[in-house]
């Protein structure tokens, strides 16, 4: 799948299970959890013991949240987590 730089390092951040912040969104893992915030917006949470997710769009359904929600889904699916 083809990412944009953002998309990019989110992506990474999740597989590598680290934390980053770039711009308006924040990828921040804390006890096995990672949490992504796009806007200040809590769009994913990510248990890393359950290997499951969670994704909310927070009521902003538009290209840009939806393609962060993307990149998030697909390392979640890359580490093989429902």
């Given at each position: 799948m083809a990412f944009r730089s953002y998309q990019e390092r989110i992506y990474d951040a999740v597989i590598r299970k680290t934390n980053w912040a770039g711009g308006n969104v924040v990828v921040h893992i804390?006890?096995?959890i990672t949490k992504v915030y796009f806007y200040g917006n809590k769009?994913?949470?990510i248990?890393?013991?359950?290997?499951?997710?969670?994704?909310?769009?927070?009521?902003?359904?538009?290209?840009?949240?939806?393609?962060r929600i993307?990149?998030?889904k697909a390392a979640c699916?890359?580490?093989?987590?429902k």
């Open positions: 804390e006890n096995n769009i994913a949470v248990n890393h013991t359950t290997k499951t997710a969670t994704y909310d769009n927070c009521g902003y359904d538009n290209a840009c949240t939806n393609a993307n990149a998030v699916e890359e580490l093989g987590y």
